[in-house]
């Protein structure tokens, strides 16, 4: 079974993220029995990542010794088959405790997955950030999907639970989520029966 980690790109502890992050989770069951793969949700800001201070280049660094809580998000990463990565946008860029993280990655992502997900508290959808985010996932040689995820007006749709507030908006949003959701997974689950063969 291919496992999927949806990963909340802030750090942000009151952000609107959270409201569309809590949604995904609300989701978990009836996504996993559907498609029949194991979802995990990384919240960025569990981490405590500080400014990525390493003398040595991760990708270089064969010897690397990590304090408990930066490897325990390379190792969850590692576990992960394929991801869903969520970032909002901030000045037309994404944020910078997601670059931060994604810094400390080596090899832990190579040849898996990516399905970007911008959301926002406008009707834009974080566009730019992803737009922004992706050079960084490439370089990291993640496969990303070639159209990004947008959600917008996240607090006039969802409260900080993940509740539909919105009636008239929980179809469209239902149905962009399992459209997601059916992408990564196929894409994952097909990798992952077939890799990259890298030697």
Do not use: C
């Amino acid at each position: 079974m291919a496992k999927i980690a949806v990963i909340l790109g802030s750090v942000r502890q009151h952000g609107v993220g959270i409201n569309l992050f809590n949604y995904l989770k609300n989701q978990k069951s009836d996504i996993e029995t559907s498609l029949n793969v194991e979802l995990t949700f990384l919240n960025l800001g569990q981490y405590n990542l500080p400014v990525f201070d390493e003398d040595v280049p991760p990708m270089a660094n064969q010897n690397r010794q990590l304090p408990a809580n930066q490897q325990q998000w390379l190792d969850d990463i590692q576990d992960a088959d394929g991801y869903i990565l969520m970032s909002p946008e901030y000045n037309h860029s994404l944020p910078g405790g997601l670059k931060n993280a994604l810094d400390y990655l080596a090899f832990q992502a190579q040849g898996k997955p990516v399905k970007t997900l911008g959301y926002s508290d406008n009707s834009r959808g974080g566009q730019f950030g992803v737009a922004a985010l992706i050079p960084v996932l490439q370089r990291l040689e993640m496969i990303v999907l070639p159209k990004p995820a947008l959600i917008g007006n996240i607090p006039a749709i969802l409260d900080a639970k993940g509740t539909i507030i919105d009636d008239q908006a929980s179809t469209k949003l239902h149905s962009g989520v399992v459209k997601m959701f059916k992408e990564i997974s196929f894409y994952t689950t097909l990798l992952t029966a077939n890799p990259f063969p890298r030697n």
